[in-house]
């Protein structure tokens, strides 16, 4: 359904991302933002996703920055070399390219974004510095910017039995963001994805339920 394309970002460097359409009219934009493990066969598959249930979607492939085409396994060597790229991107180019993704399909009318995993904190601040309304999946790393006044609405998705984010780092985004809509399902981190040991059907199906919902109203004219 998708295609591979080429972004410009700040600078004029170039990175990928892959983009799908819907058939007809689209609700607006969505912009999709990677896990740990690049913009792989499940990030393109949540793209086409989101295209599917009306919306231009588009995954830009943040860690071409560093390096470019890559997709890790879930796996622990996958875990280790997602969490360097990580490190050495920190969290500002990310916003970059975000924000030139959004540019990139802004005809297809106003934009969010998501993120998963390590893409979930970054959509935490697209809401914050960018002003994008964001839904969040288990970003762990959140917590240390939740200083961050967001703009822009939020919705988080977390895991109870998610040991990258505690009971209690929860309950400091309930205080922090007393307008955010936070929902915990009774499955592990990464329970979205469906390649994954920790996939939890009915908790995915019900995360995605809510943040469809949420981008319908969001993104409507």
């Known amino acids: 359904m998708g295609q591979h394309l080429q972004l ?6 170039c990175i990928g991302a892959y983009r799908a359409d819907p058939v007809g009219t689209a609700k607006g934009g969505i912009v999709v933002i990677q896990e740990l493990f ?9 793209v086409d996703r989101f295209a599917a249930h009306g ?18 396994g879930y796996d622990e060597a996958g875990m280790q070399k997602g969490k360097t790229l990580a490190t050495e991107l920190g969290m500002d180019r990310p916003l970059e390219d975000i ?14 974004v998501v993120g998963y995993c390590w893409g979930g904190s970054v959509a935490y601040l697209a809401a914050a510095r960018i002003g994008l309304p964001a839904v969040s999946y288990y970003g762990s790393r959140t917590t240390a910017f939740l200083d961050e006044k967001p703009t822009a609405p939020l919705m988080f998705h977390f895991g109870e039995r998610d ?15 007393p307008n955010a809509a936070i929902y915990v399902y009774p499955a592990d981190h990464g329970f979205n994805c469906d390649a994954r040991s920790a996939y ?19 993104l409507a004219d």
């Open 55 to 72: 919306y231009v979607a588009i995954a830009p492939a943040l860690f071409d920055r560093i390096e470019t085409g890559v997709e890790l």
């Open 8 to 13: 410009n970002t700040s600078g004029m460097q």
């Open 99 to 112: 924000a030139a993704a959004a540019e990139a399909i802004e005809s297809a009318g106003h934009i969010g």
């Open 200 to 218: 939890d059907a009915p908790s995915a199906a019900l995360a995605l339920q809510r943040t469809l919902a949420f981008f319908d109203e969001q």
């Open 38 to 46: 690049g913009v792989n066969a499940h990030i393109r598959s949540v």
């Open 163 to 177: 040991h990258s984010i505690s009971a209690e780092a929860i309950a400091k985004h309930r205080a922090a963001l």
